[in-house]
Each structure stands twice: as structure tokens, then as C-alpha cells.
């Protein structure tokens, strides 16, 4: 006999939450918002809504179907499923921080602030919950799934790292990095402010902040194309260190190779570094796309 489907809600502590746990009561976090001119009621409204999207979800789920709650912060702890639903509350940002544990599950994104959220990845409504639900456990998913390409770094110790947007390797205090690059062509000793690895998805962000700087010539992938794009940042021209191979692109079938060439280096996904791949002198680390994708119920 089959399981019924399990519906996991993903969601995040609002600032409300995060501001009383800081300052103990409502009062005290008022008065702390006051001193910064803000006003504490649209901190509420902003908390407020979120619940009620959350409440709305999870009245959603079908009274035969199993479910459970993850907040953020507990993701990588987190066992999902092969056969999971996962239904991320909040903001487009938070699709990227659960994509890097899936493994092919389908994800359905709603937005809890409708009009603050570019809508990007979280592209639905609470109250249309039910029947995307329905339609995430129906036959015919795969032709209303829009995959996205992720992209991942492997280290010669096995340490794997998986990002929607993009990986960063570079050194934990933003210092110098020191590696050799190998991009398809003879390895280059490089001193940098750190290289980007980044997908379609996460071209609009920190990517395309790289890309515009630096005036490329590249065209940046599309959210579902077969490439990456790849940026150093800052290199450094010296008598040992070269700034030939700043940029491009790699394609599937491609990985960019570094080696590290200082005590401690660190690659993280999406911007969260307490989840970081740990990188000493002599380690290599390979960066490409990744077999798994993120299917984003359109």
C-alpha cells in the first residue's frame, strides 16, 4: 500500500520574531526601532501576513495527505523525502536556500508578501494553494514543471556543494584568495577577491552585479539553459599571479578547476556561508553543472 503524498512547508522566522527573540519583548523592540526611525507597525503587518499565507498553506494540504514544517534555519537538518511535495512560503530567496538539499522533488513557491517579492520563484497565492497541491500530485506533473539548472563544487575529499544562483570561493574574511585556475586552458596562478559560479537563475543577482562591472562581452545563461557563467573578482596582476582568465562560460559537459593555494579557503552556495565547503593548501575543487535541477511548478 502507497503513502499519501507528504506536503513539506518551508518558511522562515519573520523580522517580528527575530526582533522579539533579540530584545525580549514588544515594547523593547519598538523602542529599538524607534531609535533607527522605523515603525514597528508595518514590522507586524509585514509578520502578519506571512502567518496567515503559512496558516492558509497548511490548511490547504488534504486531511489524507501527510506534512510537515521546516524552518530555515533547520533545512540542513532536515530529512526530505524522494516523493516530498515541498511548498516554500516567502520570499524567492528562500526557494534558493531549500533547492540546494532537494534532490528532484517538485517545489511549489508562494509568495507570503505578494507585491514585495519579485515573484520570481514564488509565483503563486496562498489561497491557490489547494488546488496546486492537487495538481503537484496529479499524473502529467512533469509538463507544468519549469526545471531550473543548478550548479555544484566537488572537492577531491568528496565534499560536495550544491546552489541555485551561485557558488563563491574565495577566503571566509573576504581577503586575498590564492589558487591556481584551470578553465579548458593552461592552469593560472591567481590573487583574487574570490571567483563566482553562477546559473540563468541566479543571473540576476550577484552574477549580473559581476557581469556589469566588468562591462563582459559575455551573454549571461538563461534560468533553464546548459550553461554557467563564471567571474573572477578583482584579480590581482603580479610577477607570480596572472589576469588572463577572468571570465566565461561552461557548458554541461564542462568544470572549472581550482586549486588551492592558501591555508584556508571556503566555497559556499547562495550566500550562505555557515554552509561552506572547508578548502586547505593543495585541495582541489572542481565547479560545473549538476546533475540534480530544481522543478518549479509553474
Not at 26 to 39: C, K, N, P
Not at 236 to 252: I, Y
Request: charged share 25%.
Amino acid at each position: 500500500m502507497s503513502l499519501a503524498p507528504r506536503a513539506v512547508l518551508v518558511h522562515r522566522r519573520t523580522e517580528y520574531q527575530e526582533l522579539i527573540d533579540r530584545h525580549g519583548t514588544r515594547g523593547q523592540a519598538e523602542f529599538f526601532l524607534r531609535t533607527r526611525g522605523r515603525d514597528i507597525q508595518e514590522v507586524e503587518r509585514r509578520h502578519r501576513l506571512t502567518e496567515a499565507a503559512l496558516a492558509q498553506v497548511a490548511g490547504a494540504v488534504p486531511a489524507d495527505w501527510r506534512h510537515a514544517r521546516v524552518e530555515r534555519g533547520d533545512l540542513a537538518r532536515f530529512l526530505f523525502a524522494p516523493d516530498d511535495i515541498v511548498v516554500v512560503v516567502g520570499q524567492d530567496g528562500l526557494v534558493a536556500n531549500a533547492a540546494k538539499y532537494l534532490d528532484g522533488q517538485p517545489v511549489l513557491g508562494i509568495d507570503a508578501e505578494p507585491g514585495r517579492n519579485p515573484g520570481v520563484l514564488v509565483r503563486h497565492r496562498a489561497e491557490d494553494a489547494a488546488k496546486l497541491l492537487r495538481a503537484a500530485a496529479a499524473p502529467g506533473l512533469e509538463g507544468r514543471l519549469d526545471p531550473r539548472t543548478m550548479v555544484e563544487a566537488v572537492a577531491d575529499d568528496t565534499q560536495r556543494l550544491l546552489a541555485l544562483n551561485e557558488i563563491y570561493l574565495g577566503q571566509p574574511g573576504h581577503q586575498t584568495a590564492r589558487y591556481r585556475l584551470e578553465a579548458g586552458n593552461a592552469p593560472e596562478p591567481q590573487a583574487s577577491s574570490g571567483v563566482l559560479v553562477g546559473t540563468g537563475t541566479g543571473a540576476t543577482g550577484w552574477c549580473r552585479s559581476a557581469w556589469l562591472e566588468r562591462g563582459s562581452p559575455l551573454p549571461l545563461p538563461a534560468p533553464a539553459g546548459p550553461e554557467l557563467a563564471w567571474f573572477v573578482r578583482e584579480a590581482w596582476p603580479s610577477p607570480t599571479t596572472g589576469t588572463e582568465q577572468v571570465h566565461g562560460v561552461l557548458t554541461r559537459d564542462q568544470r572549472l578547476s581550482l586549486t588551492v593555494e592558501s591555508d584556508r579557503l571556503v566555497a559556499f552556495g547562495d550566500g550562505i556561508e555557515a554552509d561552506a565547503l572547508e578548502l586547505t593548501w593543495g585541495q582541489v575543487v572542481r565547479i560545473g553543472i549538476a546533475e540534480t535541477r530544481l522543478r518549479l511548478l509553474g
